[in-house]
T-cell receptor
Framework: DQQVKQNSPSLSVQEGRISILNCDYTNSMFDYFLWYKKYPAEGPTFLISISSIKDKNEDGRFTVFLNKSAKHLSLHIVPSQPGDSAVYFC????????????FGKGTLLTVNP | SQTIHQWPATLVQPVGSPLSLECTVEGTSNPNLYWYRQAAGRGLQLLFYSVGIGQISSEVPQNLSASRPQDRQFILSSKKLLLSDSGFYLCARREASTDTQYFGPGTRLTVL
């Protein structure tokens, strides 16, 4: 049972445009959500997070939106840059779970110059 | 600053051989530590986590085990490797003030 789903395995955008990466979850106990960026043969790098008490969090070019009723979150990158090309993972944790993270399978973002 | 080290960076082992991967953390005390595996084309799967010395919780029944002999050391082991143990193994620590986990550089394990 996949509790965190990233239904788009890949996404291609032009440099300077917006990248929107989507993530859906099924476990209503999840209350903290994170996005990670990963290059091949490296560990994931934390990008941005959001608590379930918020619906938006912004950090520079990165904004995460949370729609609790739809159990959906998205990561917006504006403007997209070629260096943003990587695999992006959505992750979630539930209070009282010892902070264990459940990950989606990732979306490969390619930003074309 | 807090740093996570993983050793070795890459490893090629024959089926049936033992395994020991090491994770060490600097700059923090009593961290929550986690072992994840990324198999080819898959997401990250939690294998083990530890909230303190000698305290190990297993998430997925499998051919692996974990130990935490010291506060800042987390070890992943196997007595006999299987082909299916191949993957990218990642150690992570939890930031004490949030639920955010930060990852080490990983170990690429290939079992032949």
């Amino acid at each position: 049972d996949q509790q965190v789903k990233q239904n788009s395995p890949s996404l291609s955008v032009q440099e300077g445009r917006i990248s929107i990466l989507n993530c859906d979850y099924t476990n209503s106990m999840f209350d903290y959500f994170l996005w990670y960026k990963k290059y091949p043969a490296e560990g994931p790098t934390f990008l941005i997070s959001i608590s379930s008490i918020k619906d938006k969090n912004e950090d520079g070019r990165f904004t995460v939106f949370l729609n609790k009723s739809a159990k959906h979150l998205s990561l917006h990158i504006v403007p997209s840059q070629p260096g943003d090309s990587a695999v992006y993972f959505c992750a979630a944790s539930a209070r009282g779970s010892n902070y264990k993270l459940t990950f989606g399978k990732g979306t490969l973002l390619t930003v074309n110059p | 600053s807090q740093t996570i080290h993983q050793w070795p960076a890459t490893l090629v082992q024959p089926v049936g051989s033992p395994l020991s991967l090491e994770c060490t953390v600097e700059g923090t005390s009593n961290p929550n530590l986690y072992w994840y595996r990324q198999a080819a084309g898959r997401g990250l799967q939690l294998l083990f986590y530890s909230v303190g010395i000698g305290q190990i919780s297993s998430e997925v029944p499998q051919n692996l085990s974990a130990s935490r002999p010291q506060d800042r050391q987390f070890i992943l082991s196997s007595k006999k490797l299987l082909l299916s143990d191949s993957g990218f193994y990642l150690c992570a620590r939890r930031e004490a003030s949030t639920d955010t986990q930060y990852f080490g550089p990983g170990t690429r394990l290939t079992v032949l």
